[in-house]
């Protein structure tokens, strides 16, 4: 009998793994404490629409990723996304042009990985605790205090801090993981009835609490009735700040929102704040995942590689490549 593989994480990183894992002819059980696919690329329902509070887009450079996203762009799971871009420094704001092709998804940031996950078997709502192996396989323990498995070998897709105690049964990857430093941001949504008189969609933030705001109805799919705005705090305004309550979070935020568009910004019909602890690396690598041949156990995540999409994406594929690299 073939045991399956398991997954922990159903973010990208850990979706990859499992698409490839799955056209090699291997059966894959995904696990993830969340109550839906994503990760950072989940989207939030709201009164409003849904609302993209992780990523706000992805770009494709690498070929193989390029040619996954026009898979998803085929599949209808992805548009590109041509904002009317700007950047502000020191509180001047000038128009920010480029050449980057960026990709959303349709009708929202999750649709990719809802799509993903079609014909895999997962457990949502499952935060898995430990990692442990028995005699000659491995077994998944969660917080309820439920075993899972047996397990022929398994792939640990979350952050770094998160994957650190799961690696424990590996002490060396435990130690590489647990090196790795994950930066917190503070995200808010705000809805207006009235639309804001700018003609900004995107910018790019300096100099302020604010790192990137986005006028979420300016995305291909998006059919919101009131104009709904995107906040990110940036990492070192967010790490100050990690404590401070969402309300206060969602009042400096839209000062500064104010601020950078040089007018009074009125009370919102609609406000919501999340906080990511775990949303980017804070430093580049090179690994691509992290492996344990030997026993079985792999890690993957952006934080691996590049800290974006296409960085998870392609660790993901990495930690499945190892893992089959040692099955032949």
């Keep these: 009998m073939t045991l399956p593989i398991a997954i922990i994480g159903a973010g990208i990183a850990g979706l990859s793994a499992a698409q490839a ?12 404490k969340g109550h ?24 494709a450079r690498d070929r193989r990723f390029v040619d996954e996203v026009q898979q998803w762009a085929n599949a209808g799971w992805a548009k590109p996304w041509s904002p009317q871009l700007f950047q502000c420094r020191s509180g001047q704001l000038s128009p920010s042009p480029d050449e980057q092709l ?47 498995g047996p397990y022929s070998r398994v792939v640990i897709a979350v952050p770094a801090p998160q994957a650190t105690p799961l690696l424990a049964a590996t002490p060396k990857l ?8 994950m930066e917190p941001v503070w995200a808010i949504a705000l809805a207006f009835e009235q639309s804001l008189d700018t003609p900004m969609q995107g910018c790019f933030v300096q100099d302020s609490a604010l790192d990137w ?39 400096q935020l839209r000062g500064e929102f104010a601020e950078l568009l040089h007018c009074a910004v009125p009370a919102p019909a609609f406000s919501v704040a999340h ?54």
């Design 21 to 32: 894992l799955k056209k090699a002819g291997h059966s894959v059980h995904l696990f993830d």
């Design 36 to 59: 839906g696919s994503g990760g950072r690329m989940a989207s939030k329902r709201s009164d409003v629409g849904a609302l993209d509070l992780g990523a706000q887009y992805f770009t």
């Design 102 to 148: 960026r990709w959303v998804g349709v009708p929202r940031m999750s649709a990719i990985t809802r799509g993903l996950l079609d014909g895999h078997t997962v457990n949502f709502g499952c935060r898995i605790t430990e990692v442990f192996r028995g005699q000659a396989y491995w077994h998944l323990q969660d917080a309820e205090g439920n075993n899972h």
């Design 174 to 181: 435990a130690a590489v993981a647990a090196n790795v430093q």
């Design 213 to 251: 705001v986005a006028r979420n109805r300016s995305k291909p799919g998006r059919d919101e009735p009131l104009d709904t705005w995107v906040l990110h705090a940036g990492s070192p305004w967010s790490k100050q700040h990690i404590d401070l309550s969402k309300d206060a979070v969602i009042e």
């Design 275 to 328: 906080r990511w602890l775990y949303a980017r690396p804070a430093g580049h690598h090179e690994w691509g995942a992290l492996a344990d041949a030997d026993q079985g156990l792999y890690a993957c995540g952006d934080w691996c590689l590049s800290g974006r999409v296409e960085g998870a994406w392609l660790s993901g594929l990495e930690a499945a490549r190892r893992l089959l690299e040692h099955l032949d």
